[in-house]
């Protein structure tokens, strides 16, 4: 079993930066790749980013541009989504999920809104 929190979320203006937080507790957590997901209102959930519990090799959705990074700190047990120049179209709630096939847990998300 893990367990997933996200924090960080908040309200920032066009062209500002958030670092999200998805602090991971439970049973081996570092056995798990994680990924960052989004979903605004009337949208379907959208994948952005993941990293492999292996390698910590990283992988983004082309519709980012580069402007999200995943990194993940192993004895923390803590993965972060940092998203710079950001957009109002970036407003929704932010998911992490931790898998470990077949299984995947999710946390509760946290809310980014973009504006001025």
């Known amino acids: 079993q893990v367990q997933l929190v996200e924090s960080g979320g908040g309200l920032v203006q066009p062209g500002g930066s958030l670092r999200l937080t998805c602090a991971v507790s439970?049973?081996?957590?570092?056995?798990?790749?994680m990924g960052w997901f989004r979903q605004a209102p009337g949208k379907e959930r959208e994948g952005l980013s993941c990293?492999?519990?292996?390698?910590?090799?990283?992988t983004y959705a082309d519709s980012l541009k580069g402007r999200f990074t995943i990194s993940r700190d192993r004895p923390k047990n803590t993965v972060y989504l940092q998203m710079d120049s950001l957009k109002p179209e970036d407003t929704a709630t932010y998911y992490c999920?931790?898998?470990?096939?077949?299984?995947?847990?999710w946390g509760q998300g946290t809310q980014v809104t973009v504006s001025s």
């Open positions: 990293i492999h519990y292996g390698d910590d090799s990283t």
């Open positions: 999920n931790a898998v470990k096939v077949p299984t995947i847990y």
């Open positions: 439970g049973s081996n957590p570092n056995f798990y790749s």
